[in-house]
């Protein structure tokens, strides 16, 4: 028999019972992995309660719930997401911003046949509401949170006092806030479609300088007193009364190094505002400027003025604001103010002889139109433009409105007349272009009409539109310019007054090119002279043409501009008629005699 020691390690009698509990081992995990097996196998199903967001999957097949929930939670899915960032509302574009709902992922989550132990229990043992998961593509959730970041920031609002007139506006503080753009990331992502209350959204908020408690100091002690009484202005001892409906839109309240409100009063402002008032009590001043006799420019003779100057206003007005009764009067002196231009710098502009002229004619029978062209030669006239100044046609006429005396008149709108307010200005800025392109000054902008007016020289015309185009020049003569009109009803001239630099200037033309036809267009809307009516128009071809200008000093060229010009076709128009909606004309030929319906702007 052999020794103990020689003998197998598993022929010892004591490892018996260890190979048994081995075995035992083996068994049972097997039967463990055997019951998996059959329960993964038996999950085909979703456990009975189970719901995801409120729709009932329980006991379903996995692709019977994925359609289910795919159908049922879409909308869900893509309404606007509202979050909450301090006390306001706003909403997200979830598929813009990159979140979506993962069904798959939620399924397998809700017990769904799934290797996962703890969810093949839960589907054996029943289900319950199983919150949806969702993913998110950071960089798309990332940009759409910088973009709402932007309507989320605000600067804190500061405490103030403003006046309406005499009525004193309290402003209250309002905190500031910075979106904390990551953690509104992290936010979005994990509470979409989490819950139905609004997402909070992290945010720093900025308190203002300027309290509640300050704003009510300020009303009380300042503004509600300044307000409650007029003010008597006594200016070199004569009186007028200045009420507190005047003084309001001077006033304002800033605060300080300390945060306290302090009140300033804008001095040239109030002086707009009271200007009636004190009228009788200042003597104006006039500047220099020339008036046209037998012919010729003479200076009239600028003055100087005695006005109240504006900072002694502001400071003698300013603290008595506070007092009462009549401790309410401040006083101040009258100054000597010089005129901007006096007689002397007049007498040295040398303007002194009719450098050009120019007249253009037109229709008398369509009244509106020559309304405008003479409010706007009235507003133009007597204009000085100094040595290198720019003129401008709109800034000297303005804006061309009802208020300001303007008719409606008509205007080429997209190759097309219309009736608008200011049709007919265009007659005044062809006729001072002309002007300026014989007195030989430096042409800035002008635009010509977009098709060709046979009342106007061939590409020597000129068309403005408030806002968009204008005529311009600049004085380049080294002496003033004095621009004065005159206007007949069939006629308006433009002068310009100075010192002659050239001693001709001539105007050369080429032969018309690049002749295009005009069209004919049927409009339905009735002929008619308010706006929205329509304009009859005669047709005329578009060409191109170019123009010279040749500057001379002594008899001798010293300079030749060119200016080209390209005209659209003028399309003929007929009102109140249907038909083919473009027609090109048989004849490439214009109308020679236009109607006074086919005038423009």
Not at 421 to 428: A, E, I, R, Y
Not at 456 to 467: C, D, F, I, K, M
Not at 528 to 534: E, H, L, N, V
Not at 552 to 572: A, C, I, K, L, S
């Amino acid at each position: 028999m052999l020794p103990e020691t020689l003998l197998p390690e598993n022929l010892l009698p004591e490892s018996v019972p260890h190979r048994r509990a081995v075995l035992y081992g083996l068994c049972a995990a097997g039967g463990l992995l055997l019951l998996w097996v059959l329960a993964y196998l038996a999950s085909g199903g979703i456990a009975d309660g189970t719901t995801v967001r409120g729709v009932e999957i329980g006991g379903m097949s996995r692709a019977a719930a994925e359609a289910k929930l795919n159908r049922e939670l879409a909308d869900d899915a893509a309404r606007p997401v509202a979050v909450r960032v301090g006390d306001e509302t706003l909403h997200l574009d979830p598929k813009k911003a990159g979140l979506r709902l993962d069904v798959p992922a939620t399924l397998d989550a809700a017990g769904a046949r799934s290797w996962n132990p703890v969810t093949l229990v839960r589907g054996f043992f029943g289900g319950g509401e199983v919150a949806p998961v969702t993913t998110a593509d950071k960089e798309r959730l990332r940009a759409a949170v910088d973009t709402f970041a932007d309507k989320a920031d605000r600067k804190p609002v500061e405490g103030g006092v403003r006046f309406e007139g005499a009525k004193v506006v309290p402003v209250p503080p309002g905190q500031g806030r910075t979106l904390d753009r990551p953690g509104a990331v992290e936010a979005l992502r994990s509470s979409y479609l989490e819950q139905t209350e609004p997402i909070e959204l992290p945010a720093e908020l900025t308190e203002p300088h300027v309290t509640q408690e300050e704003v009510d100091r300020a009303v009380k002690e300042f503004a509600e007193p300044a307000m409650s009484a007029p003010v008597t202005l006594v200016v070199d001892g004569k009186r007028a009364v200045v009420p507190p409906r005047l003084i309001g839109p001077a006033l304002s309240l800033k605060p300080d190094e300390n945060d306290r409100l302090k009140p300033s009063l804008d001095g040239h402002r109030l002086l707009e505002h009271i200007a009636a008032e004190i009228a009788p009590l200042e003597v104006q001043g006039r500047d220099a400027t020339f008036r046209i006799v037998g012919g010729r420019p003479h200076v009239v003779p600028s003055a100087q003025g005695r006005t109240v100057d504006a900072g002694e206003l502001a400071k003698a007005v300013l603290p008595v604001l506070t007092e009462k009764g009549d401790a309410r009067r401040a006083e101040v002196s009258l100054h000597v103010s010089d005129p901007s231009l006096t007689t002397a710098e007049a007498q040295a502009l040398g303007v002194r002889e009719l450098v050009s002229q120019f007249t253009t004619y037109y229709p008398s029978n369509f009244r509106p139109r020559l309304v405008n062209i003479h409010r706007a030669a009235d507003l133009m006239n007597n204009t000085l433009v100094l040595p290198g100044d720019e003129f401008s046609l709109n800034r000297e006429v303005g804006e061309r409105t009802e208020a300001r005396g303007f008719a409606a008149g008509y205007i080429i709108d997209h190759g097309k007349l219309e009736v608008d307010f200011g049709g007919g200005v265009s007659q005044l800025a062809t006729t001072t272009f002309n002007a300026m392109f014989f007195a030989g000054l430096d042409d800035v902008e002008h635009h010509p009409h977009s098709f060709y007016i046979s009342r106007y020289p061939e590409g020597r015309e000129a068309t403005v539109a408030w806002g968009a185009k204008d005529l311009r020049f600049r004085n380049d003569s080294g002496h003033g310019i004095f621009v004065t009109t005159a206007y007949t009803n069939s006629s308006v001239t433009v002068r310009m007054w100075g010192t002659k630099v050239w001693s001709e200037v001539r105007a050369g033309k080429s032969a018309r090119s690049q002749v295009k036809p005009f069209k004919t267009i049927y409009d339905p809307r009735p002929l008619g002279t308010k706006p929205g009516d329509c304009v009859k128009q005669d047709g005329v071809e578009g060409f191109a043409v170019d123009v010279t200008r040749a500057l001379y000093r002594g008899g001798t060229p010293v300079r030749t501009e060119r200016f080209h010009t390209v005209y659209q076709p003028e399309d003929r128009i007929v009102c109140g008629a249907t038909g083919p909606r473009r027609t090109t004309s048989p004849t490439a030929t214009p109308s020679p005699t236009p109607t006074p319906t086919s005038t423009a702007d």
